[in-house]
């Protein structure tokens, strides 16, 4: 739920009494390092940072997911959140109608010209086309990388006042090295954020994890957009989460330079009068990521969350005005995909037009990552919200 209301009631706890940080809390490697004697100094620390042996590539994955003119394609709906979205054009949740919709959306040609990364459920990643080709070999002919969600959903917190936590981090890293052996280069783990050190926590276990076994994570504390709440307010929330979920990633010592973020924009809450315009947005949200992020982070790929797909596309457009220290870029799936799904509406004769609807976003957006988007011969129905109170991808 919207982290804004529950923040008063769970306030961010003084580092002293963080209790989860402890098991790794110790000196930092360099107090460490000048206090030792010779001979202690020798024998390899138990503290000194191992370097994941694909630090490399993990460089290399972030360097090309992130690169100019590209973002992310998120096709990563758990098979509930997908049935949902087959209801709304009357199908059936059933493997066979999600295979041809994974089908049409990968081999829109030239997708990879606007798409560097696409992020998969589980089922997609071991999927095949409805022609029989591998989806992630379709991906990478398209120079698609592909990423995997790797969060295995939230579920009520026992004993809180209607707040979960986010479940995966069991045998995560067995499941990773299946994921990369089968073709997958990075992963996601989408936390909502109720309570900012444990979801914070989670993340940097997940991302550590993730990056021993070659995948870079997508580090995704999802701020929901649910409540009255101006923009200020989510400014400040923002704050409190993302000095959380740096704190705990550093001491995981996760590698920044291989990691991706995606953030939500900072806005006013979905039932706020008030509404921002892009600039405004653009203003907020990068003064929060100034404030936070460093700037050895890579990539920030920012998921759409509810806005409509112009929307979306504007706010990004306006972040990319001015050089940033980081690739700023998306990684939405309502906002890419909307018009795509309602226009194919389970007709193969549609299926020319659908992946054109998912060029026009495809390309609006890489646009909008160069700051080039000029938002003219926007249909209307790009132009509707898509946000659903209390939403769980
Ligand atoms: P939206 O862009 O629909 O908010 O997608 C969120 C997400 O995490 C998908 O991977």
């Known amino acids: ?64 997911v992130a690169s100019p003119g590209r973002g992310i394609l998120a096709m990563d709906e758990s098979n509930a959140t997908c049935g949902k979205r087959l209801a709304s054009i009357g199908l059936e949740n059933t493997e066979a109608n999600r295979q041809a919709y994974r089908t049409l959306l990968v081999s829109a040609p030239g997708l990879g010209n606007y798409i560097s990364g696409a992020i998969l459920f ?40 209607d707040e979960s936590w986010c479940q995966g981090l069991d045998g995560l890293a067995s499941r990773s090295a299946a994921y990369y052996e089968q073709g997958a280069r990075f992963a996601k783990w989408r936390t909502v954020v109720s309570i900012p050190n444990e979801a914070a926590w989670g993340l940097a276990r997940y991302a ?39 704190f705990y990633l550093a ?15 900072v806005t006013p809450g979905a039932e706020c009068p008030v509404r921002a315009t892009p600039q405004q947005v653009a203003e907020y949200t990068l003064s929060l990521l ?4 460093p700037p050895s982070v890579p990539g920030i790929m920012f998921l759409s969350g509810g806005q409509s797909e112009v929307e979306a596309t504007l706010n990004l457009n306006a972040m990319n005005q001015a050089p940033n220290p ?6 939405y799936a309502r906002a890419l995909q909307n018009t795509c799904l309602k226009t194919w509406g389970g007709a193969a004769e549609n299926v020319e037009a659908a992946q054109q609807a998912l060029l026009t976003r495809a390309k609006a957006n890489s646009l909008a990552q160069l700051g080039k988007y000029t938002g003219e011969g926007e249909s209307d129905e790009a132009k509707e919200g898509m946000f659903v109170k209390g939403y769980v991808y």
């Open 208 to 246: 550590a994890i993730s990056q021993d076994n070659g995948l870079v994570p997508i580090v995704e504390p999802e701020i929901l957009l649910d409540g009255e709440h101006g923009i200020d307010r989510t400014f400040e929330v923002a704050q409190k989460v993302w000095a959380e979920v740096f």
């Open 122 to 161: 589980e089922e997609t990643l071991y999927q095949s086309t409805v022609d029989g080709k591998k989806i992630v070999d379709v991906l990478k002919e398209q120079g698609i990388v592909p990423g995997i969600k790797v969060d295995k959903g939230l579920v009520p917190l026992a004993g809180s006042n």
């Open 290 to 293: 100034k404030r936070r992020i």
């Open 251 to 265: 001491e995981n010592n996760v590698m920044f330079e291989g990691i991706l973020l995606k953030p939500s924009m």
């Open 1 to 64: 739920m919207a982290s804004t209301s529950l923040l008063k009631s769970s306030p961010v706890l003084d580092k002293s009494e963080w209790v989860k940080g402890q098991s790794i809390r110790q000196p930092s490697v360099s107090i460490l390092r000048c206090n030792s004697s010779t001979a202690a100094a020798a024998a390899p620390s138990a503290l000194s940072i191992r370097a994941s042996s694909y630090a490399d590539e993990l460089v290399k994955t972030a360097k090309t």
């Open 326 to 331: 980081w690739h700023v870029s998306f990684s």
